[in-house]
């Protein structure tokens, strides 16, 4: 059985929990406890070097970094499809993922607002403006984006959810935890919405897994 290390409100291991859904595959959920610091023991770094989740492993191979595994799962386990069949919209749902995982979330994550805090001294208002401040940047073009292209339908790509869909509902959710302003993002609040309706989506939400505390 394929295992997925991961944390209740990891954002990233949240996007595996969808695509793990979308595709039916079972998977074994181990559990990481970032608040405790558990992703820095021995024999998680053995996993990921880099001390992070989510980490997947399937059979001999363990894999890292969320859209290399997401990528992984299309092409080991093709049905349904996270990705279009044409080039051109394959790099069109890529590059929309990719705001949400590239430019976004690298510099909103947890151990980023540690740091900020820990080191840095930024105060709670700091950094949380640090944190609406990226979430403004990347939705504000995520927006345009979609909204602007006839290939947006009931998902960011079509009728379908797929890559970018997996990647933008848990930023969503974080938005929401962080108090962001979202009204003035009607067709990411649209898609979010539309996806909520999916068991797939529902299934894979923080509060619903067996590690969630309603804390941290």
């Not at 595996?16 to 992703?39: D, H, Y």
């Not at 059979?59 to 997401?70: F, N, P, R, V, Y």
């Not at 073009?141 to 379908?160: I, N, P, S, V, W």
Request: hydrophobic share 35%.
């Amino acid at each position: 059985m394929i295992q997925l290390y991961g944390y209740w409100r990891s954002s990233t291991a949240y996007r595996i929990r969808i695509a793990l859904n979308i595709k039916g595959i079972e998977a074994e959920q181990r559990f990481v406890n970032l608040r405790e610091g558990e992703q820095g023991g021995e024999s998680h770094r053995r996993r990921n070097p880099l001390g992070r989740v989510p980490v997947l492993v399937d059979g001999d191979a363990t894999l890292t970094q969320s859209l290399a595994i997401l990528e992984y799962l299309d092409e080991r386990y093709p049905e349904p499809p996270l990705l279009p069949d044409d080039a051109i919209d394959r790099a069109r749902v890529r590059a929309l993922a990719q705001v949400v995982g590239c430019d976004i979330h690298p510099l909103d994550n947890l151990s980023v607002l540690k740091y900020l805090q820990s080191e840095l001294g930024a105060s709670d208002e700091q950094k949380l403006e640090w944190y609406r401040h990226w979430v403004k940047q990347g939705f504000d073009a995520l927006e345009t984006m979609l909204a602007g292209d006839e290939r947006t339908d009931r998902f960011c790509h079509g009728d379908k959810p797929g890559l970018a869909d997996v990647c933008l509902v848990p930023q969503v959710y974080n938005a929401r935890r962080f108090d962001c302003d979202l009204e003035t993002y009607p067709t990411i609040t649209r898609i979010d919405a539309a996806c909520a309706q999916l068991d797939a989506f529902r299934r894979a939400i923080p509060e619903a897994q067996p590690d969630a505390t309603g804390t941290g």
